[in-house]
């Protein structure tokens, strides 16, 4: 008889960490959604830096046209619908990923860093094959 191992889906981690789901949406786990709460934080903007794949939530006013609100739920985790940035930055996967992040508390943002895609798959920052004005320095 042969035995397969059966991999979790999930992993229950004490860290600051963050997921990003199939469905959009970036989950915060219990760690992270505690430093924001602390914090007093409602409301995230989305960050990214393009040269290292790196995201940021970083504490907004509700008011803020560029806010995200974050869902706090009846657990301990947290999310934040954020469909059309990752349609943005060009992030794709069938599954959710979980990646350790950090809490930067004079900037009032809990930051990670996604892994790198292959080039040819997707460039960040938007659709394969186009350039932006702003990445052209116009």
């Excluded at 934040?80 to 990923?97: D, E, N």
Aim: some cysteine.
């Amino acid at each position: 008889m042969a035995y397969e191992t059966f991999e979790r889906r999930t992993v229950r981690v004490q860290e600051l960490a963050v997921a990003i789901d199939p469905s959009g949406r970036i989950a915060l786990n219990a760690a992270s959604s505690r430093a924001l709460q602390e914090a007093g934080v409602k409301a995230v903007k989305i960050l990214w830096d393009k040269e290292t794949c790196g995201i940021a939530l970083q504490a907004a006013r509700k008011g803020d046209k560029n806010a995200y609100s974050i869902a706090f739920g009846k657990g301990r985790s947290s999310t934040v619908t954020a469909k059309a940035f990752l349609h943005y930055i060009g992030w794709t996967s069938g599954r959710r990923q979980t990646f350790p992040a950090k809490w930067n508390e004079q900037q009032l943002m809990l930051e990670a860093e996604l892994p790198q895609l292959p080039p040819n798959v997707v460039q960040r920052g938007g659709k394969k094959g186009t350039t932006r004005k702003e990445d052209t320095g116009s």
